[in-house]
């Protein structure tokens, strides 16, 4: 069925991969976007479908490069289903969903699986990373060319690192030479220990046992050398301090394949945001200290930090309403991912234009996608920006089958109005209230 032109009219552009911004209108057509008019006013093809954006910022759609996603085998936290419908209303229109799965994605027929239900369900892209191990175990290695022929994006162990030297350097030749993407859990487990949340000052007053920095910096340089040898791409999923900041500004300095994601939570969140043992705010790798969290942001600014992710991980109320130490890492964060980035631009930190760079252009190129530019020819994945739009989030509303959000009850500015994956809207806000279209 061929598909009416939409053309959107009366925007204000923004295109991260140029950084041009400017009033325009843009004409949409079979799934594709086949023309930009800068500052003119095109006439409407006949028949189509006319959409006033009202002057709100018209931006490529959001790309996540970490999501977890419950199916299969933990439908009850999150389904193919809820998560995309969580992500159009954030205005995310391309996410990588984690392979700690119910079984592992560490076989072509489970990323076949994925795909076809991502199909069937699913309102936005869903593009599913591999295990690098067998089981998520860290001791046998999948086999990357038959994953990557059946549709794997990249390789992980999710929310587990490689800890075996060994098999990391080999997980990097083998993406050396089949061109894979290896995306580690920066996090030394044995340094991990039983630590629930940054080590320092405020764990003491807690009372609780702390992680410190050199649990994701030991693991990280290891990573590092071990590029440097083999030479394979690799991306650190994300980073959480400042002394991991500077190992990659080293890295990136040398020439290596080096990349690096931080957390939104990292980027905006503070160890002072726990508050009196808030689970909500118990996290993988946990929120640092507020010096950590400012370098973090000049990274961003700098370019030593590649993209901004989620950290999408729902847990259910059994395994959060605990006492915190006994709480389970992780929290929800696909649909807040751009009204808490957005705190960035409101407090003057970070560029708007280099906001949605690191959300959009730059995850799909680490990926070799063509999403993320506002092109003529480029995928009709776009997101209608309020930045301006005042709301105090209320996790009744959201749209994911889990609740637990870090920023439940916060006062968040600007939210996604309008997403469209494909040519097609799969989300639009209606006075004032999320609808799915």
Request: hydrophobic share 45%; charged share 25%; aromatic share 4%.
């Amino acid at each position: 069925m061929i598909s009416r032109p939409l053309l959107l009219m009366n925007a204000s552009l923004l295109d991260p991969a140029t950084s041009r911004e400017g009033p325009g209108h843009v004409l949409v057509r079979d799934g594709r976007i086949a023309d930009i008019a800068w500052g003119a006013s095109p006439a409407a093809p006949e028949g189509a479908e006319i959409v006033d954006c009202g002057g709100h910022v018209l931006s490529p759609g959001l790309m996540d490069l970490r999501a977890f996603v419950g199916e299969p085998g933990a439908e009850h936290r999150e389904t193919l289903a809820s998560a995309s419908a969580a992500a159009a209303a954030g205005g995310v229109t391309t996410l990588v969903c984690m392979p700690d799965t119910n079984p592992v994605i560490d076989g072509p027929a489970i990323v076949d699986f994925v795909l076809r239900r991502a199909r069937d369900t699913a309102c936005v892209t869903v593009l599913p990373a591999a295990a690098i191990t067998k089981g998520l175990a860290g001791q046998e290695m999948t086999e990357f060319g038959l994953l990557q022929e059946a549709g794997a994006v990249a390789f992980t162990d999710g929310l587990k690192a490689v800890r075996n030297a060994q098999v990391m350097r080999r997980a990097l030749t083998y993406a050396r030479d089949f061109d894979a993407l290896l995306m580690q859990h920066v996090e030394e487990p044995d340094l991990v220990g039983e630590g629930v949340m940054n080590e320092g000052e405020m764990a003491s007053r807690l009372g609780l046992v702390g992680i410190p920095r050199e649990a994701e910096t030991v693991m990280l340089e290891r990573d590092i050398r071990l590029v440097r040898l083999t030479g394979g791409r690799y991306h650190a999923a994300m980073i959480s301090c400042a002394d991991s900041v500077e190992i990659v500004r080293r890295a990136k300095h040398d020439g290596l394949p080096v990349t690096c994601g931080a957390s939104v939570n990292n980027l905006v969140l503070n160890e002072g945001d726990i508050g009196h043992y808030r689970t909500f705010c118990r996290l993988s790798p946990p929120l640092r200290h507020e010096t950590d969290r400012l370098a973090l942001v000049e990274a961003l600014n700098e370019g030593v930090i590649d993209v901004i992710v989620s950290d999408h991980n729902p847990q259910d109320v059994e395994t959060k309403r605990l006492p915190f130490a006994e709480a389970a890492d992780g929290a929800l964060g696909i649909e807040t991912l751009l009204g808490a980035a957005l705190r960035l631009v409101h407090t003057g930190d970070v560029a708007l234009p280099r906001l949605l760079e690191a959300l959009t252009v730059t995850p799909a190129a680490i990926l070799r996608r063509e999403a993320g530019r506002l092109a003529v020819g480029a995928p009709a994945d776009l997101v209608l920006i309020d930045p301006d739009l005042p709301y105090v989030l209320d996790k009744r509303r959201l749209k994911s089958r889990s609740k637990n959000s870090p920023f439940d009850e916060a006062r968040l500015q600007g939210a996604a109005i309008l997403t469209m994956v494909g040519g097609r809207i799969v989300f639009r806000a209606v006075q004032g209230t999320e609808a799915a279209a």
